[in-house]
Each structure stands twice: as structure tokens, then as C-alpha cells.
């Protein structure tokens, strides 16, 4: 029988009499041993019930939250309202918190919403909040608020989307990485990313909602990390892909500021990190900016002309990752840039030199320069090498990988076809290449609905072998390669050649 | 090997390095692991635990409180501290809370207070303070805040008196009737004392300190009880007579307002309780006090004149149970009242009427009325009328009682030689007739040293009969035989035939 994290059961208990008198927690006790329930009750629901017991007619409402160990007793409620019973699912992001709101018996999403990371206001990237708080816990504690001030605004937003009452969300699954659950739980992240990595905690398991300050009526499971890098996001990203039940071998790739990596299927899991740098969320790049309002987040070039999709449809004020990787992948295919990436201002009057730089202009007084592209590329080396690292350690070709996941925001905007023709996925047919959509998001609602997964997650941690990529020898000759575009091995990129040819016929043509 | 209900023990764990960097909540654990401790670690002490671990050489003392079901985490700290290490064992009476400071390594008792209980301002007895929080959450509230208070004042005494850090304080064992422990969870006990008698809760187990609002690092344990009227003091009591493990039979008699009564050996356990009536401490009786200052706690009378002894030395003001029972066996032995109590004026002109009732002036200005009698002879035959309708229910002769426990104030305050007198006490040899000394309080101690003594509770309480006296046909036959002095069938009191012919021989030599 499949079980969540949470039950509400109906029972009618028999009332007391002279003859039955036993505790009303033994006669609650006894009845969820009926339904084969082994629960405890809890100070504050034991009051609760003998509060109801003292006139009421033992026809009850009884909602459990799992706590690892046993099934809490954590509200009981007059009649039957086995039908109000929900949960909550939660992506804690460094920059964005997404929540779900789901009916514990059908599984329906209820209502899903997100909000800012409130942590924002303490830095835009990880490490600005951390030395933030190091050796200051008054800090920590401004981030540990900040953290549960974003989660209860997407409660709030949840509540108000759904018409439910807080009272009948019984349990909760957050899902973040390691930063995120240190912060959470007031505990310095400084570990994180100081060696040794021996984090705080990468498994705290199920607390209590009251514990964390949050309105759940039970229990909050926070979905174990592996390491300091690989966070309880990743491992959530496993249970929503699968993999670790798959037959075939498959990749999941967490591509942002920080690059994870899982390549696996059920008899083994290869598992790395590393900085992939902020250049792919348009951090680093000149004019780069995040995909909001002003940002060009797609490109084309048709006839020497230069096309771009901007956010909100004004003007342009900047260019975020997808855009940029779109404007590369065009840049090369009109070979307005060389494998090296080096501008050829011969191609077109929209490549400009400045103070002996070459650069772009994708879009009007928008430059993209020269040192841009290297910035980038280095960056794409960066995270491809990952892979390419991963999948020769494994012997594993390119072509037996059946699935390839792009998870977060990147999957999600980034156009496939130019992400191939850069070189930043493997030129697989494009079927193979999916958007795993918030994976965190996904896992922690997997986890929420399936209590079973709980034995899975352990299994899946276990079976994980880390590999560190700084200490790979030759992962700088590799990344060397990686570092053109799409790769100095063309050959593992045919469509991609073949597109190339293409691009070159259709502008013979032309002309 | 013995376990008491906390540990403290000294570890040097491993310190983090890149080739071992588990999370500091996995070190912790498995370093318990390898001590074969099985454990969790609550968020507020891995909190504790990450701040250590930042600059710490990992040479920890761990402190763990069972909970029933595992061992917590409750507090880390630096260096070897196993050594200060303590429990506080507590008998919380609805006059008197008792407490007791244990070195928990080796048992040794460091301090040992009392305080009256706070609850006291609510009503002297415990109807009225039932009737205080009737459908009164408010009054409610300010009992479970005088219960506290009670328990802090004995606390606050205890730190003082052992000087000790309250942090060293690991674990609590709780005694107490239900009424006690209902209000000191801020449960209404008006179940107690009302039909069909279902209270709210008979075995609370553990509760942590922080929960019930305890300075204690760990986990609180309430004595369990049978039922109402059977709570944790008289489970206790069973613990510290080790009545369930003797082969020869026993009885335990807890006598108060209320009388508590247990009867059995290893193979079997009847109890039953019923209601003796304020009369045996003095309540009821014109004159009657606590015994307190200016109390009459014992009388002689010797060539037909009284000597009393008071309270403090000064003038008697009135006088308490263990004065009431001696003066009740010196009016019988002196025969100034004959077997059914009746007062003979003739036989000392300190036997006064006035308005034509009968009485003796048993100090200057001090009356003890016929009346006041006849009401403590119905309470004293309640009580004994428990102990024999038990004895005849379990087919067992008085003769065969090993030992006979009295507890509570009234076994350590009256004469032994009086309660037998007067048919309070079974005659038997005086060695059988033990002081149980406050076996609530000894019972509790006993539990917080010994860890297994849990499975005991348990079985003990599985295998107590409960016995409704209220229901017996012919119990009212019985206590008319009781309400004699010492009793109609005076063959059952050999030494008090005795003692009376003595008495008469004495006093026909004298005149």
C-alpha cells in the first residue's frame, strides 16, 4: 500500500464506560493499533484530546505525521475530515523558494507558487551571505529568518491560492542544498566550502514544525545531501528522474553558479561538483544580467542580421544565459567567430574593435566582447568537462547515455539546439537531451506523497561515489579541449558539423 | 550491566579531513555507534555540537537522556566532564513535593529538599482545587503554573544545597498521583474523581524538560500509574518495596486523604483504593490540625493524667493523625472509652459534657468529641476494611503477611504499637510492620538509576487487579466489624487483649 508522510484516519472510537476505562491516550493508542498504527502522542495533542474527550462522542479525526521513527499523533479533530488533508513540497533556492501544495490522498497539485529567495538582500551569491555570517551569529541568525520569511511567504501565497485551512497541512519536504539547509537550521554554512567539507549536517531528517518556526501541523523532512556540494536538491532530483531505478544509464546535470553532476542507473552512481561559475547565469560577461525585465534571452542571425527575443518585449538592457548561449551558438554557425571563438570583424559591420578588443554588438550599444567569450567558454569547459570526466571514469561512451537531464532554470530557457552547437550538451538525438524541470521541486513532492522513498534516498547516498575533480590530473588538458566551440573532438558533435554546412550552403547561396 | 536513564561519556572523535569529511552530526552518531549507543540528536544541540566543532579538537563529553524509544543527544561538551553528572528524582505530593539530587554514576544522594506545594493556595484538598479548573482553562493554567513553581523551588534548593551547574542535570523522574501529574501537564482532572473515571492520561512517559517548561537538559519521565485512583507514587511504591519480585506476600498501604492499598508477591498483585477521609490527618476532627507547630503528635496517659506531646514544645493548639491514633489507644487501654469508642465520664474527670455530648480534654481548653470519634473511627474502618476485604478476596490469612508497608507521612509519623491498638495496623509480629518511608520519592530515584526498571513498570501494571471496593455487597458489614476498637473480632489482636489486661492489672495495683 502506497503511504505519504502523512495520514488523517476517521475512527469512531467506543466511548468510556466503568467497565472501558482506559486513558483517552491508551484508548487512542489502542484504537491506531487497530489499523495496525503504531503512534506516539505528543504533549501538546495529548491536552488536545482530552480537552475533546471531556464531552465529545469519540468520533475522530486523526491526523499522523511520520517522524522518522514512528508516527507522531499531532492534531485530532471532532468528525470526519479524512478528504482536508495536505502537504507541502519545497524548492529552497539560493535565489528562488518554489512551494506546492498537495492533497495527500489524490496526490493533486493544489496550487504551486514561488517567491525570492528573502536571503537576497545579504548577497546575490552564496559566499557573500556565508562571510556574512562567519563567526557572527547574530548574522546567522538575520539569515536564518530570512530564510523562513521566504518559505512563509510562499505559505501565505499557498493558503490563499488553495482555500485550504494551515490547520490540515500535516507535513512538510524541503528540499535544498547544503548552504541552504545549514542556513535553515541556524547552523554557519562557513564548512560548505572550507575545507575539510565536513558540513554541519547533511541529513537532519524530520523536525517539527514548531521546532523550526514553521506552521506545520507535523513533521518537516529535509531531504539528506550527500556532501558538502552535493545537496539534498540533487538527491531530490534522483528520486524525481529515477535514475538510480533505471536500466539504462543516464546523466543529471544541475547546471547554475555550481555545476552537479549524477551519472548512473541502478548498479552504479558517479557523482561530482564544481564551480561552474556565474558566467552561465550571465553573471560574469560585460553586459550580462539575470533573466528579467531588459534581458535578450534568445538570438538569431538571418542575413548578416542580428535578431533578439527580449524579456517583457522593450528595449534591451542586457543579455541573460540563454541568450548568450544562443548568441554564441549563431556567432559560430555564421561563422562570425572561429572554433576558437576569436571574432572575424571581416563577417559583419555589427563586429566592432575598441582600444584593440573585439566585440558584438548583439543588440544596440549592447556589446559582447571578446574576453566575454572567453570568460564563457572557460566556463562551458568547465561544466562539459564534468561530464566528459565522469563518463570516461565510468567507460561509458557518449551514445549509451539514453537520458540526458538538464535540471533548474538552465534547462528550462536554454534553447537545446544552441546548447548542442556550443558544445554544452552532448550532440545526442534531441529526444534524449530532456528538461528536468525543478527536479528539487519534484523530488521533494515525490518523497512528501511516497513514504517508501525514504529508504531509497539512504540506498541512493550509499551507492553514490563522489569523485573530486580537482584532484584529476589531466582534467586541464580536457578542459583545454572542451574550451572550443563545440569541442576540438568535432567528431563527437556531427549534427552539429552538419549544421555548420548548412548555415555555410544557405549564406553561398545567398550571396 | 546497569544503565541509569542518562549517560555522559567522553569521546575523542577523529577530527575532519578531506579523506573523512562525514558531517559533524554523522561523527557524533557513529562515534556512539561504535560505544554501541544507538542515538538522534535533537536541532538545538547539533546546533550546539557545529559551534564546537568549528575550531574544536573533537575530545567531547556527550550527554544522552532515553526517551523512551532511543537515546538524545542533549548536550556536547569540551573536554572530559563524565564525572558531573546528575539526575533529580521527585516526589510530587499534593501537600509536600520532595526532591533528590543523584550523582548518576554513583547513585550517591547530594541533596535532598522539600517545599510545600504551591497548588496548597488553590484549596487544601484536592476536590477543591479540582473544582477550581472546572471547565476553567484560566484556572487550569494557574494550577500547572503552581505545580511548576512547586518543582522549581525544590530545584532552585537543590542547586543550592549541592552546588552543582543545572546543566549537569541529565534526566528527571517524575512520582506523583494522577491528579498531580494531570495538572502538571495542564490537564483537566476532574476525570479523576468522576465517572466513568477515564482520566486523561495514566502513563505520560517522557517529556522533554523543555516542553514542560523544566530546566533539565534532557527528558522528563512521569511514573506511570494503574489507573485514577492508582497513580505513579503507588507504582513507585511498588519499585521501592520490590513487592512484585518477592516470594513471600506483601502489603503496601498508602493512607491519606485517599487510601491506596497493594497486596501481592511476585505471582500476583490485587490493589484497590478508596477514599479514608481527611480524618486520619486530622482534618475532620474539632480540633484536629496538620502537623505543624502547636500540634498534639503523640499522648500517654499515666496514673489518669494525659501527657501530650506538641509540635515545636509550646502550647498545644490542637492536634494531627499521629496524635489522634495515640490518644484513641491510650482512651482504649486506660478503658475511658470502651470497644466502640463510647467515652465512660466515671472514668477520669477529664471526660467532660457539655451540652449533652461527651468528651476528652486532652490538653488545656482542647476537646476531642464523641463525635470527632465516631468520624475517625468510620475513616479508620474504610481503611482497614480494604486491607481485609483484599486479604479475603486472595484467600490469604493475615498471618501470612510477610510484610506490611506503610507509606506516606502516616508511616513515618504514628506509633506502630498505637495503629495496632487501635486496629489500624494489623497485629503482627512489629518487625513485620514496616515504615515505608516516602516510597514515592525512593521508587522514582530508583527508576532514574536503573533503566531497566521501565520493562518492570510495565509488567507490574499489566499485572495489578484492580479491585472496586464500591462495588463489594457486603463491604458495609465489614466496616461495621472494623469500626471497633481494635476490632468485634478481637481474637485477630492478641497483643491488644494483652496489652489491655496489662494495663488493667497495673492500674488495679496502683489503686
Chains 1, 2 share one sequence.
Request: proline residues 3%.
Amino acid at each position: 500500500m502506497n503511504e505519504a508522510l502523512s495520514k488523517k484516519i476517521y475512527i469512531e472510537f467506543p466511548c468510556p464506560t466503568e467497565d472501558d476505562n482506559r486513558s483517552d491516550k491508551a484508548r487512542v493508542l489502542d484504537g491506531l493499533e487497530e489499523q495496525g498504527i503504531s503512534a506516539r502522542i505528543p504533549l501538546h495533542t495529548l491536552r488536545e484530546l482530552h480537552r475533546l474527550s471531556e464531552d465529545g462522542d469519540w468520533k475522530w479525526t486523526i491526523s499522523l505525521s511520520w517522524n522518522g521513527d514512528f508516527w507522531e499523533v499531532v492534531r485530532v479533530e471532532e468528525g470526519n475530515h479524512e478528504n482536508e488533508h495536505y502537504g507541502v513540497a519545497l524548492d529552497l533556492g539560493s535565489t528562488t523558494v518554489v512551494a506546492r501544495l498537495l492533497h495527500m490522498g489524490t496526490g493533486e497539485c493544489l496550487a504551486e507558487t514561488s517567491a525570492y529567495n528573502h536571503q537576497i538582500a545579504f548577497g546575490t551569491d552564496i559566499l557573500t551571505r556565508i562571510f556574512y555570517c562567519k563567526d557572527r551569529p547574530d548574522h546567522l541568525g538575520e539569515l536564518r529568518d530570512a530564510t523562513l520569511d521566504s518559505i512563509r511567504e510562499v505559505m501565505d501565497q499557498l493558503e490563499e491560492l488553495s482555500e485550504t485551512s494551515r490547520e490540515d497541512w500535516i507535513s512538510m519536504v524541503i528540499s535544498g542544498n547544503t548552504t541552504m539547509i545549514h542556513f535553515l537550521l541556524e547552523m554557519d554554512p562557513f564548512c560548505v566550502f572550507h575545507t575539510p567539507y565536513a558540513v554541519g549536517v547533511t541529513a537532519p531528517g524530520f523536525l517539527s514544525g514548531r521546532e523550526l518556526g514553521l506552521s506545520i501541523q507535523g513533521n518537516v523532512f529535509c531531504v539528506p545531501g550527500k556532501s558538502n556540494y552535493l545537496g539534498g536538491d540533487i538527491i531530490s532530483g534522483m528520486i524525481a528522474t529515477g535514475i538510480p531505478q533505471s536500466e539504462e544509464i543516464q546523466v543529471f546535470f544541475d547546471i547554475g553558479t555550481n555545476g552537479e553532476l549524477v551519472i548512473g542507473n541502478k548498479e552504479f552512481l558517479l557523482c561530482g561538483a564544481g564551480a561552474a561559475g556565474p558566467a552561465l547565469e550571465g553573471g560574469v560577461v560585460t553586459t550580462g544580467m539575470r533573466a528579467s525585465e531588459g534581458a535578450v534571452e534568445g538570438v538569431r542571425i538571418r542575413g548578416g542580421k542580428i535578431f533578439c527575443d527580449v524579456i517583457g518585449g522593450g528595449s534591451a538592457r542586457g543579455i541573460c544565459g540563454s541568450g548568450i548561449i544562443d548568441l554564441i551558438a549563431e556567432l559560430y554557425l555564421n561563422e562570425w567567430v572561429d572554433f576558437k571563438g576569436t571574432f572575424n570583424p571581416e563577417k559583419s559591420s555589427r563586429i566592432h574593435e575598441q582600444n584593440g578588443r573585439c566585440g558584438v554588438e548583439y543588440a544596440p550599444g549592447l556589446m559582447f566582447w571578446q574576453e566575454d567569450m572567453e570568460e564563457f567558454l572557460r566556463t562551458k569547459s568547465a561544466a562539459v568537462t564534468m561530464v566528459e570526466y565522469l563518463l570516461r571514469e565510468s567507460g561509458i561512451p557518449k551514445s549509451e547515455i539514453a537520458k540526458f537531464h538538464v535540471a533548474g532554470a538552465f534547462g528550462k530557457h536554454v534553447s537545446v539546439e544552441s546548447a548542442v552547437t556550443i558544445g554544452m550538451y552532448p550532440d545526442l538525438e534531441r529526444e534524449r537531451l530532456c528538461n528536468a524541470g525543478n527536479s528539487s521541486l519534484e523530488g521533494a513532492a515525490e518523497i512528501l506523497l511516497h513514504k517508501e522513498t525514504l529508504d531509497e534516498l539512504d540506498k541512493i547516498i550509499d551507492n553514490m561515489v563522489y569523485i573530486q575533480f580537482g584532484a584529476v590530473e589531466d582534467f586541464v588538458h580536457m578542459m583545454a579541449a572542451a574550451q572550443a566551440i563545440p569541442h576540438t573532438d568535432l567528431e563527437q558533435y556531427p549534427s552539429v558539423q552538419k549544421k555548420r554546412l548548412e548555415y555555410r550552403n544557405f549564406q553561398e547561396e545567398k550571396f
